[in-house]
């Protein structure tokens, strides 16, 4: 059974930072493509970054470009969204996803297969 656990969210002033992880757990492949998104209240969940976690390469949504950073620690099988420079609009349900390898790099929530539970970020200004 997959299952994917996120951590790491909480409070932070603007401007400040925070590291999101996700644990995957029970996926049978090495590699996979993962993705972060986000849901703010009252609004609709978007994709906002993506890794081919086979060749490390990452794509990112305008809005978080050159703030967040994804990643993958390949031995503990854990994802990472390091987000720095945090505004208000950044405030949201946090969710990370993976999907079937290789083909990769998609923001779409159609495509993902398996969802974490999400961790809530609040950035108050």
């Known amino acids: 059974q997959v299952q994917l656990v996120e951590s790491g969210g909480g409070s932070v002033q603007a401007g400040g930072s925070l590291r999101l992880s996700c644990v995957v757990w029970g996926y049978g492949d090495r590699n996979y493509c993962a993705g972060w998104f986000r849901q703010a209240p009252g609004k609709v969940r978007e994709g906002i970054a993506t890794i081919n976690t086979g060749n490390g390469v990452a794509l990112y949504a305008n809005s978080v470009k050159g703030r967040f950073t994804i990643s993958r620690d390949n031995a503990e099988n854990t994802l990472f969204l390091q987000m720095n420079s945090l505004k208000s609009e950044d405030t949201a349900m946090y969710y990370c996803?993976?999907?079937?390898?290789?083909?990769?790099?998609?923001?779409?929530?159609?495509?993902?297969?398996?969802w974490g539970q999400g961790t809530q970020v609040t950035v108050s200004s």
């Open positions: 996803a993976i999907r079937r390898w290789p083909a990769c790099l998609s923001l779409s929530l159609n495509d993902y297969n398996y």
